[in-house]
């Protein structure tokens, strides 16, 4: 099945929502997983999560696509940065471990973004090598197939979250393969030399996310952010973006213990907990 949940909501153009996950393991992968029947997608995070690249993030997403047809699409943001010369290798060790997209952070530039879809493609598409014998049997189909239809149904997904970024935003949203540009508010407004956000990002570095998601949707390419809670990531469905983050795993969990607790001693749920 070389199908999946956010390549079917990307191609039924509706918001595609999903959940990050910060701590490592197997089942606390498959727990996510299987929290929502309104997860596109779940996002193993091996850049500041505690998720190793390999092989803790393979042995999560078989976790993950255990779950059968209906599970959320699996993937891995790396730990690599677009300012390293080093993602080439973290990408191949990502989708060889079944995932079915790749996120890099801070890339900066169009040619970086060109090596990215390059590293993330068989040939003659790009130039990422083939080998392993587990990843085709990740996605439940056979090797032959994989080579076939890999390059069509893997979301290739960069992240701008830099002021270099921002300035080349349409030449990177014009590079052919780029599926996603992923928008990181807190780095960004960092890297703009404001705070970050609480639980909104300032009004300027507003108007720059309002900027990318124009610039996302006149290359034809999707648009997606970082959210913390369900209102703020219903308010970006409305805006217009495309796939949106919700909440983390080890978020929602200090949420829900500190919502619980505090209705247990007779206060109110602390609907501001932030994370």
């Keep these: 099945m070389t199908t999946h949940a956010l390549l079917q909501a990307f191609k039924a153009t509706k918001p595609a929502f999903g959940a990050w ?75 060889d471990a079944g995932a079915r997209g790749v996120l890099v952070p801070m890339v900066s530039t169009g040619e970086k973004a ?3 879809v390059s590293d993330s493609r068989f040939p003659p598409g790009g130039r990422r090598g083939f080998g392993s014998p587990f990843t085709h049997g990740h996605w439940g189909i056979t090797a032959a197939e994989y080579l076939k239809s890999a390059n069509e149904n893997l979301i290739i997904m960069i992240q701008i979250e830099t002021k270099e970024g921002v300035d080349n935003v349409h030449e990177i949203a014009a590079v052919d393969g780029i599926d996603v540009l992923f928008i990181g508010p807190y780095d960004l407004s960092l890297c703009l030399g404001y705070p970050p956000p609480s639980p909104d990002p300032h009004p300027e570095v507003e108007k720059v996310i309002q900027g990318i998601l124009k610039a996302a949707h006149s290359k034809g390419k999707k648009c997606a952010i970082y959210c913390t809670s369900g209102l703020q990531s219903h308010k970006r469905a409305q805006e217009g973006f495309d796939m949106i983050n919700v909440t983390s795993d080890s978020g929602a969990m200090a949420e829900s213990l500190a919502n619980n607790l505090s209705d247990a001693v007779g206060g109110q749920s602390q609907s501001g907990f932030r994370y």
Aim: overall charge neutral; aromatic content about 6%.
């Design 21 to 95: 996950i910060t701590l490592p393991g197997a089942i606390n992968a498959r727990t996510v997983a299987q929290a929502s029947p309104h997860l596109s997608w779940v996002i193993i995070d091996c850049e500041h999560g505690l998720t190793s690249l390999q092989p803790g993030a393979a042995e999560s997403i078989q976790a993950i696509t255990g779950l059968g047809a209906n599970a959320p699409s699996p993937l891995v943001r790396i730990p690599a940065t677009g300012f390293s010369q080093s993602t080439s290798w973290q990408i191949k060790y990502a989708l």
């Design 114 to 116: 060109k090596e990215v």
